[in-house]
Every structure is written in structure tokens, then in C-alpha cells.
């Protein structure tokens, strides 16, 4: 950008696709740079999304821990503001979603307040699989 002749300042705007808090920096040769935080947060929520890793399981033992999280169109976490049904499925004729307890769930809420919600999955195969 340019300041021009005559003038001692130039305008400009800036936008962020992540959450989170950059320092602009205006620089030019011989001069001392000028910096300014900003405070970006995450957009509406566009979607879900999981944090936790793919898993390996083994036939009737629980994977580890699922987390499911409400993501704006950039994928940052968005905090609910009210609490939010998640439904829970999957391919697998044979496989369950289950709370701490062990009982079976077909959704989770996200909370007001929060952005994430965990649940395990349970993989069970019934008679022979080729």
C-alpha cells in the first residue's frame, strides 16, 4: 500500500478466516513499524465437526473417546448459545454410541456455553463376517 504524496495516512481493511488474536504489522524502510492487535471470533455455526482422531477398534471393545464440536464455515469452534441436539449414526449394522455409564445414546447435547460433546462407540459384530 502507498501513502500518497501530500497525504500522511492510507486506509485499508482487514478480515481473518481463524478465531484467535494476530498482530497487524505496518512496516516500511527506515521507519519504526507500527503494530496493532486484533480479536477475530469464530463465525455462525455452519457445521460439525470431530476433534478426536480415526480409530482402530476391536470387535466389541469401546473406542476411546469421540468428540463432536460446532464449527463455523472456517472450521473454529463456535460456543453454543443454546443447548444443541447432536443425532448420532453409523454405517455399521452392528455398532452403538454410549455415554460414560455404557448405555446406549442416539444423540448428545452440546450445552449452552460450550462447543464440544463426547460420547465412546461401541463396535459389536453378531454371527460371521467374510
Same mark, same amino acid.
Given at each position: %500500500?502507498? #501513502?500518497?504524496s501530500g +497525504? *500522511? *495516512?492510507? +486506509?485499508?481493511? /482487514?478480515? $481473518?478466516?481463524l !478465531?484467535g488474536?494476530?498482530? =497487524?504489522?505496518?512496516a $516500511? +524502510?527506515g =521507519?519504526?513499524?507500527a503494530? &496493532?492487535?486484533?480479536?477475530? @471470533? !469464530?463465525?455462525t455455526?455452519?457445521? =460439525?465437526? /470431530?476433534t478426536?482422531s480415526?480409530q482402530?477398534?476391536?470387535?466389541g471393545? +469401546? *473406542?476411546g473417546?469421540? @468428540?463432536?464440536q460446532l464449527d $463455523?464455515? /472456517?472450521g473454529?469452534?463456535?460456543? !453454543?448459545?443454546?443447548? &444443541?441436539?447432536?443425532? =448420532?449414526t453409523?454405517? *455399521?449394522?452392528a455398532? &452403538?454410541?454410549?455415554? !460414560?455409564?455404557?448405555t446406549?445414546i @442416539?444423540?448428545v @447435547? #452440546?450445552?449452552?456455553?460450550?462447543?464440544t460433546r463426547?460420547?465412546? %462407540?461401541k463396535i459389536?459384530?453378531?454371527g460371521?463376517?467374510?
Amino acid at each position: %500500500m502507498t #501513502i500518497a504524496s501530500g +497525504s *500522511s *495516512s492510507a +486506509s485499508f481493511t /482487514y478480515k $481473518d478466516a481463524l !478465531a484467535g488474536s494476530p498482530v =497487524l504489522t505496518a512496516a $516500511d +524502510s527506515g =521507519l519504526t513499524s507500527a503494530t &496493532q492487535g486484533e480479536t477475530v @471470533t !469464530a463465525g455462525t455455526v455452519a457445521k =460439525l465437526g /470431530y476433534t478426536s482422531s480415526p480409530q482402530t477398534l476391536v470387535v466389541g471393545l +469401546s *473406542s476411546g473417546t469421540l @468428540t463432536v464440536q460446532l464449527d $463455523d464455515a /472456517y472450521g473454529n469452534a463456535v460456543t !453454543a448459545t443454546s443447548a &444443541q441436539t447432536v443425532n =448420532l449414526t453409523t454405517s *455399521s449394522t452392528a455398532g &452403538q454410541f454410549l455415554n !460414560a455409564a455404557g448405555t446406549s445414546i @442416539t444423540s448428545v @447435547t #452440546i450445552a449452552s456455553g460450550s462447543s464440544t460433546r463426547a460420547s465412546s %462407540m461401541k463396535i459389536r459384530w453378531w454371527g460371521a463376517r467374510c
